[in-house]
Protein backbone atom coordinates (compact mmCIF):
# COMPACT_ATOMS: atom_id res chain seq x y z
CA UNK A 1 0.00 0.00 0.00
CA UNK A 2 1.09 3.59 -0.74
CA UNK A 3 2.54 5.64 1.95
CA UNK A 4 -0.19 7.62 2.92
CA UNK A 5 0.90 11.83 3.96
CA UNK A 6 -1.82 12.58 5.92
CA UNK A 7 -2.05 12.43 9.76
CA UNK A 8 -5.93 13.33 9.84
CA UNK A 9 -8.17 11.05 10.83
CA UNK A 10 -11.17 13.50 8.99
CA UNK A 11 -9.09 13.48 5.45
CA UNK A 12 -9.21 9.84 5.92
CA UNK A 13 -13.13 9.55 6.57
CA UNK A 14 -14.20 12.39 4.12
CA UNK A 15 -14.20 10.77 0.93
CA UNK A 16 -14.58 14.14 -0.93
CA UNK A 17 -12.03 16.01 -0.38
CA UNK A 18 -9.88 12.75 -1.49
CA UNK A 19 -12.25 12.06 -4.60
CA UNK A 20 -11.77 15.97 -5.36
CA UNK A 21 -7.82 15.98 -4.71
CA UNK A 22 -7.68 12.53 -7.38
CA UNK A 23 -8.54 15.16 -9.77
CA UNK A 24 -6.98 17.85 -9.28
CA UNK A 25 -4.09 15.94 -9.53
CA UNK A 26 -5.00 15.14 -12.83
CA UNK A 27 -5.49 18.45 -13.79
CA UNK A 28 -2.07 19.27 -13.01
CA UNK A 29 -1.43 16.43 -15.50
CA UNK A 30 -3.82 17.40 -17.87
CA UNK A 31 -2.33 20.54 -17.78
CA UNK A 32 1.11 19.55 -18.13
CA UNK A 33 -0.48 17.77 -21.66
CA UNK A 34 -1.00 21.41 -22.76
CA UNK A 35 1.62 23.19 -22.07
CA UNK A 36 2.07 24.29 -18.65
CA UNK A 37 4.25 22.66 -17.42
CA UNK A 38 8.07 24.47 -16.20
CA UNK A 39 10.13 21.90 -14.62
CA UNK A 40 8.70 21.62 -10.66
CA UNK A 41 6.96 25.42 -11.19
CA UNK A 42 3.35 25.30 -11.25
CA UNK A 43 0.69 24.04 -8.43
CA UNK A 44 -3.09 24.44 -8.10
CA UNK A 45 -5.21 24.80 -4.81
CA UNK A 46 -8.83 23.67 -3.86
CA UNK A 47 -10.47 25.27 -0.60
CA UNK A 48 -10.76 23.02 2.17
CA UNK A 49 -14.74 22.47 2.59
CA UNK A 50 -14.73 22.28 5.79
CA UNK A 51 -12.85 26.13 6.13
CA UNK A 52 -10.12 25.14 7.44
CA UNK A 53 -7.71 26.91 4.19
CA UNK A 54 -6.26 25.04 1.05
CA UNK A 55 -5.16 22.12 0.01
CA UNK A 56 -2.12 23.35 -2.49
CA UNK A 57 0.29 20.81 -4.43
CA UNK A 58 3.35 20.27 -2.77
CA UNK A 59 6.75 21.54 -3.87
CA UNK A 60 9.86 19.89 -5.71
CA UNK A 61 7.25 18.15 -7.81
CA UNK A 62 6.65 18.86 -12.10
CA UNK A 63 2.95 18.83 -13.13
CA UNK A 64 2.99 15.42 -14.29
CA UNK A 65 3.89 13.77 -11.25
CA UNK A 66 1.18 14.76 -8.89
CA UNK A 67 -1.16 12.75 -7.55
CA UNK A 68 -3.86 13.16 -5.06
CA UNK A 69 -1.74 12.61 -2.31
CA UNK A 70 0.87 15.10 -3.13
CA UNK A 71 -1.08 18.12 -1.14
CA UNK A 72 -0.95 20.28 1.69
CA UNK A 73 -3.44 21.78 3.99
CA UNK A 74 -2.15 25.38 4.57
CA UNK A 75 -4.56 27.95 6.55
CA UNK A 76 -5.24 31.53 5.22
CA UNK A 77 -2.05 32.56 6.65
CA UNK A 78 -0.04 29.69 5.27
CA UNK A 79 0.64 27.48 8.37
CA UNK A 80 0.86 23.91 7.31
CA UNK A 81 -2.03 21.87 9.28
CA UNK A 82 -1.94 18.41 7.14
CA UNK A 83 -0.01 16.72 4.97
CA UNK A 84 4.70 16.79 4.35
CA UNK A 85 6.63 17.79 2.07
CA UNK A 86 7.80 21.47 0.76
CA UNK A 87 5.52 24.63 1.01
CA UNK A 88 5.35 26.33 -2.46
CA UNK A 89 6.80 30.01 -1.53
CA UNK A 90 3.71 31.11 -4.09
CA UNK A 91 1.19 30.07 -1.39
CA UNK A 92 -0.08 33.82 -0.89
CA UNK A 93 -1.20 34.36 -4.65
CA UNK A 94 -3.59 30.94 -3.66
CA UNK A 95 -5.07 32.32 -0.30
CA UNK A 96 -5.38 36.03 -1.27
CA UNK A 97 -7.62 35.23 -4.67
CA UNK A 98 -9.61 32.34 -2.25
CA UNK A 99 -10.00 35.05 0.15
CA UNK A 100 -11.37 37.82 -3.00
CA UNK A 101 -13.26 34.86 -4.39
CA UNK A 102 -15.60 32.85 -2.32
CA UNK A 103 -17.13 31.18 -5.07
CA UNK A 104 -13.88 29.93 -6.20
CA UNK A 105 -12.69 26.43 -5.20
CA UNK A 106 -9.91 25.83 -7.27
CA UNK A 107 -6.90 28.36 -8.11
CA UNK A 108 -3.67 27.43 -10.44
CA UNK A 109 -0.42 29.08 -11.01
CA UNK A 110 1.79 28.24 -13.94
CA UNK A 111 4.04 29.41 -16.63
CA UNK A 112 2.98 27.97 -19.80
CA UNK A 113 5.15 29.39 -22.54
CA UNK A 114 2.90 30.95 -24.73
CA UNK A 115 0.24 32.76 -22.01
CA UNK A 116 3.83 34.38 -20.57
CA UNK A 117 5.59 35.63 -23.59
CA UNK A 118 1.83 36.88 -24.62
CA UNK A 119 2.03 38.51 -20.54
CA UNK A 120 5.27 39.68 -21.24
CA UNK A 121 3.60 41.97 -24.22
CA UNK A 122 0.85 45.15 -23.93
CA UNK A 123 -1.41 42.88 -25.91
CA UNK A 124 -5.11 43.11 -24.89
CA UNK A 125 -6.22 39.47 -25.29
CA UNK A 126 -8.48 39.47 -27.89
CA UNK A 127 -11.50 36.99 -28.51
CA UNK A 128 -9.76 35.96 -32.34
CA UNK A 129 -10.12 32.35 -31.69
CA UNK A 130 -12.58 30.49 -29.67
CA UNK A 131 -10.36 29.56 -26.93
CA UNK A 132 -10.98 33.13 -26.32
CA UNK A 133 -14.27 33.44 -26.39
CA UNK A 134 -13.92 31.48 -22.82
CA UNK A 135 -12.88 35.22 -21.33
CA UNK A 136 -15.74 36.90 -22.94
CA UNK A 137 -17.00 38.58 -20.11
CA UNK A 138 -14.06 39.94 -17.91
CA UNK A 139 -11.38 39.70 -20.61
CA UNK A 140 -7.72 38.45 -19.22
CA UNK A 141 -6.55 41.41 -17.00
CA UNK A 142 -2.59 41.60 -16.68
CA UNK A 143 -0.73 42.49 -13.27
CA UNK A 144 2.20 44.79 -14.18
CA UNK A 145 3.22 45.89 -10.01
CA UNK A 146 6.09 43.38 -10.30
CA UNK A 147 7.69 40.23 -12.07
CA UNK A 148 8.61 38.87 -8.70
CA UNK A 149 7.20 35.49 -7.69
CA UNK A 150 4.30 35.97 -5.47
CA UNK A 151 5.33 35.29 -1.94
CA UNK A 152 3.59 37.70 0.80
CA UNK A 153 0.14 38.32 1.08
CA UNK A 154 0.10 42.32 0.23
CA UNK A 155 1.49 40.66 -3.52
CA UNK A 156 -1.65 37.93 -3.25
CA UNK A 157 -3.76 40.55 -2.11
CA UNK A 158 -2.48 42.85 -5.25
CA UNK A 159 -2.64 40.29 -7.90
CA UNK A 160 -6.32 39.40 -6.61
CA UNK A 161 -7.40 42.36 -7.45
CA UNK A 162 -5.95 42.76 -10.60
CA UNK A 163 -7.60 39.49 -11.14
CA UNK A 164 -11.29 41.11 -9.92
CA UNK A 165 -13.95 39.08 -11.42
CA UNK A 166 -11.85 37.22 -14.25
CA UNK A 167 -11.23 33.77 -15.17
CA UNK A 168 -7.72 34.43 -15.10
CA UNK A 169 -4.44 37.07 -15.03
CA UNK A 170 -1.43 37.40 -16.90
CA UNK A 171 1.24 37.83 -14.67
CA UNK A 172 3.58 40.30 -16.85
CA UNK A 173 7.19 38.65 -17.30
CA UNK A 174 6.66 35.72 -14.76
CA UNK A 175 3.44 33.70 -15.88
CA UNK A 176 -0.45 33.18 -15.15
CA UNK A 177 -3.28 32.80 -12.47
CA UNK A 178 -6.30 30.87 -13.36
CA UNK A 179 -9.28 30.10 -11.38
CA UNK A 180 -12.96 28.34 -11.25
CA UNK A 181 -15.91 26.99 -9.10
CA UNK A 182 -14.39 23.63 -9.85
CA UNK A 183 -11.42 22.06 -11.00
CA UNK A 184 -13.08 21.49 -14.19
CA UNK A 185 -13.45 24.93 -15.00
CA UNK A 186 -10.38 26.65 -13.59
CA UNK A 187 -8.33 23.39 -16.09
CA UNK A 188 -10.57 24.78 -18.95
CA UNK A 189 -9.32 28.42 -17.93
CA UNK A 190 -5.93 27.68 -18.11
CA UNK A 191 -5.97 25.01 -21.27
CA UNK A 192 -8.13 27.91 -23.21
CA UNK A 193 -5.64 31.25 -21.92
CA UNK A 194 -3.10 28.88 -23.18
CA UNK A 195 -4.53 27.98 -26.34
CA UNK A 196 -6.24 31.44 -26.98
CA UNK A 197 -2.09 33.43 -25.91
CA UNK A 198 -0.53 30.71 -28.67
CA UNK A 199 -2.99 31.99 -31.61
CA UNK A 200 -2.72 35.42 -30.94
CA UNK A 201 0.95 35.09 -31.10
CA UNK A 202 0.76 33.38 -34.13
CA UNK A 203 -1.76 36.66 -35.64
CA UNK A 204 0.64 39.28 -34.89
CA UNK A 205 3.62 37.52 -36.01
CA UNK A 206 1.89 36.46 -39.47
CA UNK A 207 1.91 40.29 -40.12
CA UNK A 208 -1.89 39.69 -41.93
CA UNK A 209 -4.36 41.76 -41.02
CA UNK A 210 -6.86 40.47 -38.44
CA UNK A 211 -9.93 41.51 -36.52
CA UNK A 212 -11.78 40.60 -33.25
CA UNK A 213 -15.93 39.66 -34.17
CA UNK A 214 -18.17 42.22 -32.11
CA UNK A 215 -18.22 42.16 -28.08
CA UNK A 216 -21.58 41.34 -28.43
CA UNK A 217 -20.79 38.31 -31.27
CA UNK A 218 -18.46 37.04 -28.43
CA UNK A 219 -20.61 37.43 -25.87
CA UNK A 220 -23.43 35.71 -27.59
CA UNK A 221 -20.53 33.10 -28.79
CA UNK A 222 -19.98 32.45 -25.38
CA UNK A 223 -23.03 31.05 -24.64
CA UNK A 224 -23.41 29.00 -27.19
CA UNK A 225 -20.23 27.32 -26.93
CA UNK A 226 -19.73 27.27 -23.75
CA UNK A 227 -22.95 25.52 -21.73
CA UNK A 228 -22.31 23.65 -18.64
CA UNK A 229 -22.93 20.55 -20.94
CA UNK A 230 -19.84 21.57 -22.81
CA UNK A 231 -17.64 22.07 -20.21
CA UNK A 232 -18.45 18.31 -19.21
CA UNK A 233 -17.44 17.12 -22.92
CA UNK A 234 -14.07 18.85 -23.25
CA UNK A 235 -13.48 17.81 -19.25
CA UNK A 236 -13.85 14.68 -20.20
CA UNK A 237 -12.40 14.66 -23.12
CA UNK A 238 -8.75 16.09 -21.48
CA UNK A 239 -9.06 12.89 -18.83
CA UNK A 240 -9.62 10.41 -21.99
CA UNK A 241 -6.57 12.14 -23.52
CA UNK A 242 -4.41 11.69 -20.07
CA UNK A 243 -5.72 8.28 -19.61
CA UNK A 244 -4.73 7.37 -22.95
CA UNK A 245 -1.33 8.53 -22.58
CA UNK A 246 -0.62 7.00 -18.71
CA UNK A 247 -2.07 3.92 -20.24
CA UNK A 248 -4.67 2.86 -17.87
CA UNK A 249 -7.46 4.50 -15.94
CA UNK A 250 -6.33 6.24 -12.94
CA UNK A 251 -3.81 8.48 -10.96
CA UNK A 252 -0.12 8.17 -10.87
CA UNK A 253 1.11 5.88 -13.62
CA UNK A 254 3.41 8.45 -14.39
CA UNK A 255 5.02 8.14 -11.40
CA UNK A 256 4.60 4.53 -10.37
CA UNK A 257 3.14 4.63 -7.25
CA UNK A 258 2.34 1.15 -7.13
CA UNK A 259 5.37 0.10 -7.73
CA UNK A 260 7.35 1.94 -4.67
ZN1 LIG B 1 5.45 31.51 -10.51
Given at each position: ????????????????????????????????L????????????????????????Q?????E????????????????????????????????????????????????????????????????????????????????????????????????????????????N??????????????????????????Q???????????????????????????????????????????????R????????????
Amino acid sequence: MPHSPYSDALHRQDGSIATVLHDVARAHRILELEGHGDMSMGHLSYRDPHGRGLWLKQGNLGLEEVTGEDFILIDFDGNVLEGQGLRHLEWPLHSEIMLARPEVNVVGHSHPFHSTIFGATDAELGPYVNHAVWFAHHGVPRFTETSHIITTQPLGTAVARTLGPAEAVLLANHGVAFVGRNVKEATLSGIFLEKAAKAQLALAASGLGHAPPSAAETIEKHEVIYPERAKDNYWMYFNRKLDALEGRAGSGALRGYEGA
